[in-house]
C-alpha cells in the first residue's frame, strides 16, 4: 500500500546575502530585492498517514515551535490537501536543526519540506511551478526553501531568479539566544527612516540588486563577495538587540572576510576564506560569549528534496 509508508524530506536555512529593502508600501508591505544562499543547516519533515492532522518538534528549540494547526508545515500539508481534495490525515515530525526566529527561515523551510513530502506521500504530483504557487501563499520564504541554491527574490522575496554560483563558500552562524520579530524588525527599520527621508515607498530609493554582489557569486570570489554583503534590516535589527554589535565584531576580529545579521536577525552569519578560518571564527566565537551556539557549514546546497 504505497500510503502507508512515510516520507522524509530535508530542507535547509537560509542567509540573505543581500536584503535590500523598499519603502513601506500601501498594503503594508516592503518591496525587496533579496540574494537568498541556502545553505547547509536542515531540517527534516517527516509525514506518516494517521487519523488526523498532527505536529510534533524535536530539537533543542522545539518548546518556541507551535505544535498545532498554527505551524507553517501543518499549513502547508492542510493547503496541498484542501488543492486536491483530499483529508490532510498526516502526522507531521519536525527534526528541528534551524535556528527558531533567529533570521534562517526554519519555518518557511518546513512548510516547503511539507509541500513535497505530502505531495510524495499522497501521490498529487504537483508539478515544481504548482508547488512554489502553494508555497507563495504560505509566505515569501517558502519558495525559495523549494528551489535552495542562489536565486534573486522580487516583490516580497518570492518571485524567484536562480543565479549563476563559481564554486562553494565557507559559513560560520552565531546562533543568539531568543528570536526576533520579523514584523516587529520592519516596524523598527521604518521608524529608523522616519526619523530621516521618509519609511514610505516614494522616500526610499527602489531595492535593486548590486551587480558587484551578483559578479562575485558568479565567480566564486569569497573576498569579493564578503566585502558586498549588504542587510537594510541590520541597523533595526542592532537597534533590537545592542548586544549583537559584539558578535559581529568579535568574528570580524578573528579573521572573517564578511559578516552580516543573516536577514530579520538575530543570527549572525560570517563568511570566511577558507575551512580553516571558518574552524578560527567559530572557536572565537565559541569562546567569547557573545552568543549561544557556533556552526559551521558550506554552500550553496540544494532545496527541499526527498531523503527517505
Ligand atoms: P524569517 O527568516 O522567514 O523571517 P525566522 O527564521 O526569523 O523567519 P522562524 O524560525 O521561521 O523565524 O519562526 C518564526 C515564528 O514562526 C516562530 O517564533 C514560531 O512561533 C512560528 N512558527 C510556525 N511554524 C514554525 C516552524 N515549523 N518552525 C519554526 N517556527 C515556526
Redesign the pocket.
Known amino acids: 500500500m504505497p500510503f502507508e509508508r512515510s516520507v522524509t524530506v530535508r530542507v535547509p ?2 542567509v540573505n546575502v543581500q536584503l535590500a529593502v523598499g519603502g513601506r508600501r500601501a498594503d503594508g508591505y516592503h518591496g525587496l530585492a533579496t540574494v537568498f544562499f541556502a545553505v547547509g543547516l536542515y ?1 527534516e519533515v517527516t509525514v506518516t498517514p494517521a487519523e488526523a492532522l498532527t505536529v510534533t ?1 524535536a530539537g533543542t ?1 522545539a518548546a ?3 505544535a498545532d494547526g ?5 499549513k502547508a500539508a492542510a493547503l496541498l490537501a484542501a488543492r486536491h481534495g483530499l483529508a490532510p490525515a498526516v502526522h507531521l515530525h ?1 527534526a ?1 536543526n ?14 516547503a519540506a511539507a509541500l513535497v513530502a505530502c505531495d510524495a506521500l499522497w501521490g498529487t504530483g504537483e508539478p515544481p511551478a504548482g508547488l512554489a504557487h502553494l508555497a507563495a501563499q504560505l ?3 517558502v519558495p525559495f526553501a523549494l528551489l535552495g541554491g542562489v536565486a534573486l527574490g522580487e516583490g516580497r522575496g518570492e518571485l524567484l531568479t536562480p543565479l549563476p554560483v563559481g564554486g562553494a563558500f565557507h559559513w560560520v552562524f552565531a546562533v543568539a539566544d531568543g ?4 514584523p516587529a524588525v520592519y516596524a523598527e527599520c521604518d521608524r529608523q527612516r522616519a526619523l530621516g527621508a521618509g519609511s514610505g515607498e516614494a522616500d526610499v530609493p527602489p531595492p535593486t540588486a548590486d551587480p558587484a554582489l551578483l559578479a562575485a557569486l558568479r565567480d566564486g570570489d569569497a573576498a569579493a563577495l564578503g566585502a558586498a554583503l549588504r542587510n537594510d534590516l541590520q541597523p533595526a535589527a542592532l537597534a533590537l538587540r545592542p548586544a549583537l554589535a559584539a558578535t559581529l565584531a568579535t568574528g570580524g576580529d578573528a579573521g572573517a572576510i564578511g559578516s552580516l545579521v ?4 538575530p ?1 549572525c552569519a560570517f563568511l570566511a576564506k577558507d575551512a580553516e578560518t571558518a574552524r578560527t571564527v567559530a572557536d572565537a566565537l565559541a569562546a567569547s560569549g557573545t552568543c549561544r551556539g557556533v556552526r559551521i557549514t558550506e554552500g550553496p546546497v540544494p532545496g527541499a528534496a526527498v531523503v527517505g
Open positions: 536555512a537560509k531540517d518538534v528549540d518556541h515551535v507551535p498554527s505551524n507553517l508545515a501543518a519536525i528541528k534551524i535556528p527558531v526566529a533567529g533570521g534562517m527561515a526554519g519555518g518557511s523551510a518546513d512548510a509566505g515569501s520564504d528570536g526576533l520579530s520579523t543573516s536577514g530579520s536577525g543570527t
